[in-house]
């Protein structure tokens, strides 16, 4: 089968349209540009392992914090703003 070359655009103009609805546009609608980028560039075993990591860190630190008298709550949120601490520190050394 034939197609003409305005077929093929109105198919790919179609096709770019399915797209940008399906991943969001840029104006906003549909996906953050995080879960899009999770979505097609993160490595699924790496985002594991990330998450692994990150799962045991959080759990030794609270148990550090727990023998040294701090509260739950308080423990958590420190923790919580040292991952972000870390990660921005990472992410300041990344550069392409």
Same mark, same amino acid.
Request: net charge negative; glycine share 8%; charged share 30%.
């Given at each position: 089968?034939?197609?003409?070359?305005?077929? #093929?655009?109105?198919?790919?103009?179609?096709?770019?349209?399915? #797209?940008?609805? =399906?991943?969001?546009? /840029? /104006? @906003?609608?549909?996906? /953050?540009?995080? +879960?899009?980028?999770?979505?097609?560039? !993160? +490595?699924?075993?790496? $985002?594991?392992?990330?998450? /692994?990591?990150? +799962? @045991? $860190? !959080?759990?030794? =630190?609270?148990? =550090?914090?727990?023998? +040294? @008298?701090?509260?739950?709550?308080?423990?958590?949120? $420190?923790?919580?703003?040292? !991952?972000?601490? #870390?990660?921005?520190?990472?992410?300041?050394? $990344?550069?392409?």
């Amino acid at each position: 089968m034939k197609i003409t070359k305005r077929q #093929l655009r109105r198919i790919i103009k179609e096709e770019k349209a399915k #797209l940008a609805e =399906a991943w969001g546009s /840029s /104006s @906003g609608t549909g996906q /953050s540009p995080a +879960d899009r980028a999770t979505g097609l560039y !993160f +490595d699924v075993k790496m $985002m594991q392992q990330l998450g /692994s990591l990150m +799962d @045991g $860190m !959080f759990h030794n =630190a609270m148990d =550090a914090a727990r023998a +040294d @008298g701090v509260d739950d709550q308080e423990a958590y949120e $420190m923790i919580l703003a040292g !991952f972000h601490q #870390l990660i921005e520190d990472e992410i300041m050394e $990344m550069r392409y």
